[in-house]
């Protein structure tokens, strides 16, 4: 008998377990749902539909594919997408210069500490801060940057203001803000790489240039992936630093109007535009989606996982 109720009360705690644990997983799953699943599926309905206010249900009528038309006959639409590709050749840069001084700090030099402290910073400081401090940087009148090449008001560079040095500006902005994160990825990864490996290297004969393309390239290729990965994501959904540093604009010439920021302008901005923003957005969804799968195709040609 008193077996029958101590197996009784185990399984009642058991319950009560599974039941604690239940609800507590589920918060992050109905968190999901209701602004993840539910707002994915109304933008979706949305694309296909003329939204005349802030609401699906506000009067709204399916008009098929009538605003992928107009989003893809829109010329700045187009001027976005390269705009956004412009702005992205500062990943790859970024990727570079992490591998770099990554592999330049895990070398027993002094100061190391201090230099990996510094180099972490702008991972840790906001994106909002750090477009305002590059912008009192590049400022054509009271900026750092003019003051610093002795140049005054009169031939000062318009550095924010110029088509021809717009971009440069935001790529510089991009690269400062975005090797943080590479290069506390790689210093992980580079402790990683087995060091018989360059120790047989060294045996074999091979220089310094020779064990970094032959070994720590390969070792580092998965998290070369995933930082590419991640960084053309990103980058195809660039709307900070230029919303930041042009304000309600989009810079000279439409130079910093990015693919966001054509979604955004297109749903807030513009009036009864709501469904055409939200065809935009299905158009870059689709966009991200079929680079990143050729980048997980090409993937297998270059990443090694041994």
């Excluded at 918060?27 to 005349?52: D, E």
């Excluded at 840790?124 to 900026?143: K, S, T």
């Excluded at 309600?248 to 920021?261: E, K, M, Q, S, Y």
Aim: a positive charge; glycine letters at 10%.
């Amino acid at each position: 008998m008193n077996l029958e109720k101590l197996n009784k009360k185990r399984k009642n705690a058991g319950m009560g377990e599974n039941l604690s644990g239940l609800m507590m997983g589920s918060i992050p799953v109905i968190g999901f749902i209701l602004f993840g699943i539910i707002p994915l599926i109304l933008a979706i309905a949305m694309a296909f539909m003329y939204v005349p206010g802030k609401g699906i249900l506000e009067g709204s009528e399916f008009v098929g594919l009538q605003n992928f038309k107009s989003v893809l006959g829109d010329h700045m639409f187009w001027q976005s997408i390269v705009n956004t590709l412009r702005m992205a050749i500062a990943m790859p840069i970024c990727i570079v210069i992490s591998l770099i001084i990554a592999f330049l700090l895990t070398k027993n030099i002094k100061g190391r500490n201090f230099f990996r402290g510094v180099y972490f910073v702008p991972y840790v400081c906001c994106a909002v801060a750090v477009a305002l401090m590059w912008e009192l940087i590049f400022n054509q009148n009271h900026g750092i940057l003019n003051s610093w090449l002795g140049l005054t008001r009169e031939n000062a560079i318009p550095w924010l203001t110029d088509s021809s040095t717009y971009t440069l500006c935001l790529n510089i902005i991009g690269i400062w803000g975005g090797t943080a994160y590479g290069i506390v990825l790689y210093g992980a990864a580079l402790t990683n790489v087995n060091r018989s490996l360059y120790e047989a290297a060294e045996v074999d004969g091979a220089n310094a240039f020779e064990s970094f393309f032959k070994i720590t390239l390969p070792s580092v290729s998965p998290t070369s992936f995933y930082l590419l990965t991640t960084g053309l994501i990103g980058a195809l959904q660039e709307f900070t630093r230029p919303q930041i540093i042009s304000g309600n604009g989009a810079g000279p010439n439409n130079d910093g109007l990015t693919i966001v920021f054509y979604i955004y302008r297109r749903a807030f901005v513009y009036n009864n535009q709501m469904g055409e923003a939200a065809a935009a957005a299905f158009i870059l969804s689709i966009m991200i989606l079929i680079i990143t799968v050729i980048n997980f195709v090409v993937s297998k040609r270059w990443v090694s996982y041994d």
